[in-house]
T-cell receptor, first 113, second 115 residues
Framework: GAVVSQHPSWVICKSGTSVKIECRSLDFQATTMFWYRQFPKQSLMLMATSNEGSKATYEQGVEKDKFLINHASLTLSTLTVTSAHPEDSSFYIC?????????FGNGTRLTVT | GNSVTQMEGPVTLSEEAFLTINCTYTATGYPSLFWYVQYPGEGLQLLLKATKADDKGSNKGFEATYRKETTSFHLEKGSVQVSDSAVYFCALSSDRGSTLGRLYFGRGTQLTVWP
């Protein structure tokens, strides 16, 4: 069964609003979670590494003020897309690390209108 | 640095055909290697993995062998089914320092199997 739960699975929002995506590890504690973004017909791009109890580490070119990551507990990380714009429309996927990071959420399809 | 180069698709096959999707990598240290599968509209599912040289990962009829000498991890299946239609990603996981646990993905290969 799924060991990483991502919610919501899809969301439509208006331009200028903020959207929060949750990633939960269901039966283990994840000190590290990873957030990826996937453009249509392309590979996954790592956005940031989320560390419990500390600030996230963002990849080069990812705006930390736009993509806010909070890893408040050992089982929950959230990604908030602030002031969303149509170009933020994408598929966002989280991964939780238990040993080797094998476990992915089912992804969130974000559409900004 | 770490990177994965994967055969570009799309790949179109008839049912029961033989499948090979090539994957090569560059890495520092001793990475673990993975194949993930993504069905339409879904997240990634681990298909198989290998953690050291000469290991063979296998699952659902798919196989891949970790070849250190050729830095490759090619995915094979002897007889594909329509239900295998998906995007396949080759990936490696670093075993070092600040990048420990991070996954590096290939660009993905779209497989379509026709009945």
């Amino acid at each position: 069964g799924a060991v990483v739960s991502q919610h919501p699975s899809w969301v439509i929002c208006k331009s200028g609003t903020s959207v929060k995506i949750e990633c939960r590890s269901l039966d283990f504690q994840a000190t590290t979670m990873f957030w990826y973004r996937q453009f249509p017909k392309q590979s996954l791009m790592l956005m940031a590494t989320s560390n419990e109890g500390s600030k996230a580490t963002y990849e080069q070119g990812v705006e930390k003020d736009k993509f806010l990551i909070n890893h408040a507990s050992l089982t929950l990380s959230t990604l908030t897309v602030t002031s969303a714009h149509p170009e933020d429309s994408s598929f966002y996927i989280c991964s939780a690390r238990r040993g080797i990071p094998l476990h992915f959420g089912n992804g969130t399809r974000l559409t900004v209108t | 640095g770490n990177s994965v180069t994967q055969m570009e698709g799309p790949v179109t096959l008839s049912e029961e055909a033989f499948l090979t999707i090539n994957c090569t990598y560059t890495a520092t240290g001793y990475p673990s290697l993975f194949w993930y599968v993504q069905y339409p509209g879904e997240g990634l599912q681990l298909l198989l993995k290998a953690t050291k040289a000469d290991d063979k990962g296998s699952n659902k009829g798919f196989e891949a062998t970790y070849r250190k000498e050729t830095t490759s991890f090619h995915l094979e299946k002897g007889s594909v089914q329509v239900s295998d239609s998906a995007v396949y990603f080759c990936a490696l996981s670093s075993d070092r320092g600040s990048t420990l646990g991070r996954l590096y993905f290939g660009r993905g290969t779209q497989l379509t199997v026709w009945p």
